[in-house]
């Protein structure tokens, strides 16, 4: 007996085959029966009449390390699709941990990350000192499959204790770390991730652990990521948020071909305004073919909204030379930036070739009010600031001063993003279509109340079905499904097929999309994240099992913890 049938649904595979009208059967979580119709008796039926089933949507960067703990469900990307997530990114995880080290490991997370210290503290159980322990902690306890890299950071610290922010290792220190992460791939870790990127600093406003790593350290690990099956490379360098050095891009190059295994990065962003960042970025990929290796660009095929701050580390503070202005206390602040001099410089280092992508930022005619606090912002609520400098014949960054100050730096503002222009556009779906890019890079799990990227994939597929109509449904799907399956070699996931894992979503092409973001307050110790209702998705399993039926959790916890070699096999670059 069948466990459920899905009758009538137009079938999209995940291999960018033509939809096709068919019965779909599910038993003991896997896809059993496809046909024009099952007459085999089911334990339940339902009507798939006008809508579309998918294979589940594969997630390849999330940070859901300790999200899972308090949210099996790992919500919102499971209402959207997600069952399964790739997490352990950007060189952090939380294990391997010594015990001393958990509240230096909360405050990086929260700091790096964008994690509530409060929820870290509260609604994880820090019991683990082994990647393996912190894997059973998480089996048989989730709604979605989710797959961890081991992070870099957490195995300088494990080894080399406080000097690991700084230090360079010994050579029997070396040892020791790949040592613990060959113990870690062998329970189940899918490979490295390691970060250089200039914008990480931890709970104390140092660089990360692993930006301290030479080349040689990240080779070393490198070669041992290639001694294990199905195992991957996640790495982040500065150049991630621009265009690369040569010495990345060589970098990127050297590290997959020590591996023999397939190096991804994030995030590509694409923009008409900047042309030559494209094919610099995808020298990389270029560069390690020919070195017998593969690197691979994330991108997103959604403009994500992030809102910023003055009051609250945000990227603003990124920006070259505004962290110091940034971080002081409040009322020293405000005057700092209400000094015209003071903002004359600031603007000009926003301006700087060195800042980078985060120049994208400092157009403050194009910010939008968000929640405001105080009477004097009464009704600056959706308003372009732009509208209000020139009412009140103020340039815009000194108007967004003055009403930020009014709140006491309160304000919630959320920049337009300058990259909406046909151009940009027309070149995402050329960029799309090379071989070494791959759609992805939500961060869903970070960032929580700045930014909200889990529901990428409704609403790239109802831009598809409704809106730019850049890419075809069938080929939208693949995208989101078993490409980024195949690049991780998920066994038998990413496509509906028999004998395939039951991981589906049944949706209504008319209605699919994403709802806009908005805040809730339910974190452990009431902390906030933003949070984003799925349209149009009527169901979604996880390994045969329903865990969404109309944007609602259903309670069951159908999720595995995919280890490296059991769930993945080897994609190799050789």
């Known amino acids: 007996m069948l466990d459920h049938v899905i009758k009538g649904a137009s079938v999209v595979d995940g291999t960018g085959a033509p939809a096709h009208v068919a019965d779909v059967g599910i038993r003991e979580g896997r896809v059993a029966v496809i046909a024009p119709e099952v007459t085999e008796e089911s334990r339940s039926v339902e009507d798939g009449s006008g809508l579309v089933l998918a294979p589940g949507f594969v997630d390849p960067h999330t940070h859901y390390d300790a999200q899972l703990f308090w ?27 010594k015990p001393e080290d958990a509240d230096y490991t909360r405050r990086m997370m929260s700091k790096v990350e964008g994690m509530s210290l409060v929820a870290l503290e509260e609604g994880a159980p820090w019991s683990w000192r082994g990647f393996g322990e ?30 690991a922010v700084g230090g360079q290792p010994s050579g029997e220190q070396l040892d020791a770390m790949v040592g613990l992460l060959h113990e870690a791939m062998a ?44 195992t991957q490379i996640e790495a982040i360098v500065a150049g991630c948020l621009d265009q690369f050095s040569d010495a990345e891009i060589e970098l990127f190059a050297e590290m997959s071909a020590a591996a023999g295994r397939p190096l991804n990065w994030n995030v590509l962003t694409i923009d008409a305004a900047v042309p030559e960042r494209v094919p610099r970025q995808l020298l990389a990929s270029e ?54 001099a003071v903002r004359t410089e600031l603007l000009e280092r926003a301006a700087s070739k060195e800042a980078g992508v985060f120049r994208r930022l400092a157009d403050f005619g194009r910010y939008v009010i968000g929640d405001t606090y105080s009477e004097a912002n009464r009704g600056l609520t959706g308003r372009v600031v732009r509208d209000i400098a020139a009412e009140r014949g103020q340039d815009p960054f000194a108007c967004l ?35 070494d ?49 195949r690049l991780f070699g998920l066994r038998e996931r990413g496509q509906v097929r028999e004998g395939f894992h039951a991981d589906l979503v049944l949706f209504d092409p ?42 609602r959790v259903t309670g069951a916890v159908p999720g595995r913890v995919l280890r490296s070699g059991r769930d993945t096999r080897t994609v190799s670059t050789r």
């Open 71 to 97: 949210d099996p469900y790992a919500t919102p990307s499971l209402n959207h699709g997600v069952t399964t997530v790739a997490g352990g990114n950007c060189g952090f995880t939380l294990a391997p941990l």
């Open 134 to 163: 912190y894997l059973d902690a998480l089996e048989g306890r989730i709604a979605v499959n989710a797959g961890f890299m081991v992070g870099h950071c957490a195995l300088r610290r494990y080894v080399m204790g406080e000097d």
């Open 187 to 230: 329970a189940g870790a899918w490979g490295l991730s390691t970060t250089q990127s200039s914008t990480h600093s931890d709970g104390d406003g140092r660089p990360v652990a692993s930006r301290h790593a030479g080349p040689a350290e990240l080779l070393a690990l490198s070669r041992a990521v290639g001694e294990h099956e199905g």
């Open 287 to 340: 560069r390690a073919r020919k070195a017998g290796g593969r690197v691979v660009a994330l991108t997103m095929p959604i403009l994500t909204p992030m809102n910023m701050s003055l009051g609250t580390f945000c990227a603003l503070n990124l920006i070259p030379g505004w962290g110091p202005v940034l971080g002081l206390p409040v009322p020293e602040r405000i005057a700092r930036l209400r000094d015209p």
């Open 401 to 435: 001063v003055d009403i930020c100050a009014a709140d006491e730096l309160r304000t919630v503002l959320w920049p337009m993003p300058p990259d909406n222009d046909p151009a940009s556009w027309e070149l995402r779906a050329r960029t799309w279509q090379h071989e």
């Open 437 to 485: 890019v791959l759609l992805g890079g939500s961060d869903a799990g970070a960032h929580l109340d700045r930014m909200c990227g889990a529901p990428y994939t409704t609403r790239f597929l109802g831009d598809c079905l409704r809106g730019r109509r850049l890419v075809g449904l069938e080929e939208a799907v693949r995208m989101l499904t078993d490409a980024p399956a």
């Open 510 to 551: 008319e209605r699919i999309d994403a709802a806009p973001a908005t805040l809730v307050h339910d974190l452990p110790g009431d902390s906030p994240r933003l949070d984003s209702k799925a349209l149009g998705v009527r169901a979604v399993w996880v390994n045969g099992v329903e865990a969404i039926r109309d944007d």
